[in-house]
């Protein structure tokens, strides 16, 4: 059963079918979460007793940090997938997931740097969780770059899966920073091992905001890879057919 499904990942009308499918209903419970986290967050939380009304900001700047190191290794298993069994789909999913990741990438940097000018006093400074960060960026980049620059795309795919892999040692370098150098950053404040230090009434909505972040990535996803199946098998039966149902 579980090869049944995996083969069946790799069909390209399936994926486009599913997708279909499972957006239907994951858009607007999307924009249900997000809307619901967001007031819930930015206007009903108690202001902290330190930072006052600033801290807010991390309704947005932690959902979206969190979510962009999920998606490197989304980005990664799907190279190694091309990589080892040539799924095409998997391709696809790998070159769709890597600007959706910068994007991510770059909104949790600007946030956090909107964030650390009250808090810091300082727009920006180089420590350890933000170069690392700005490092995943550049690898997200690298990807989508690398892709483009080769006229082989077959040989294109290869060299993004194994810069995706390579590059997924920064991910627990993001994670521990905070721990292995001195840095500006507070230590993680949820935590899945021993007690949380963020008060309840600012955690459930920041739980509901990365489950927010979470679906928006799947959905941004599977709209991507839609639109590139599209592209890449426009000359297939299947796709002709779709395109003149629609």
């Given at each position: 059963m579980a090869w049944t499904w995996f083969h069946r990942l790799g069909s390209p009308p399936w994926i486009y079918g599913f997708s279909g499918r499972l957006l239907r209903f994951l858009l607007p419970l999307t924009l249900m979460l997000l809307v619901v986290g967001s007031v819930w967050g930015l206007a009903f939380t108690p202001p902290d007793f330190r930072q006052g009304n600033s801290y807010r900001i991390i309704y947005i700047h932690v959902p979206?940090?969190?979510?962009?190191?999920?998606?490197?290794?989304?980005?990664?298993?799907?190279?190694?997938?091309?990589?080892?069994?040539?799924?095409?789909?998997?391709?696809?999913?790998?070159?769709?997931?890597a600007p959706i990741g910068a994007g991510l990438t770059f909104l949790a940097l600007v946030t956090?740097?909107?964030?650390?000018?009250?808090?810091w006093g300082t727009w920006w400074v180089w420590d350890a969780r933000i170069t690392s960060m700005v490092v995943l960026l550049f690898l997200y980049l690298g990807v989508y770059a690398l892709y483009e620059a080769y006229d082989n795309k077959a040989l294109a795919s290869k060299a993004c899966a194994i810069l995706a892999l390579v590059g997924t040692v920064n991910i627990p370098i993001i994670y521990k920073s905070v721990d292995w150098w001195y840095s500006l950053h507070q230590p993680a404040s949820i935590k899945f091992t021993g007690g949380t230090t963020i008060d309840p009434s600012m955690l459930y909505p920041l739980l509901l905001m990365i489950v927010a972040v979470y679906a928006l990535y799947v959905c941004l996803i599977l709209l991507g890879l839609r639109a590139a199946l599209l592209e890449s098998e426009s000359k297939t039966k299947w796709v002709q057919q779709e395109v003149m149902e629609q």
């Open positions: 979206v940090s969190v979510v962009s190191l999920a998606g490197y290794y989304v980005m990664a298993i799907a190279g190694a997938v091309s990589l080892i069994w040539r799924m095409k789909v998997a391709d696809i999913a790998m070159r769709v997931a956090g740097s909107i964030w650390g000018k009250p808090t």
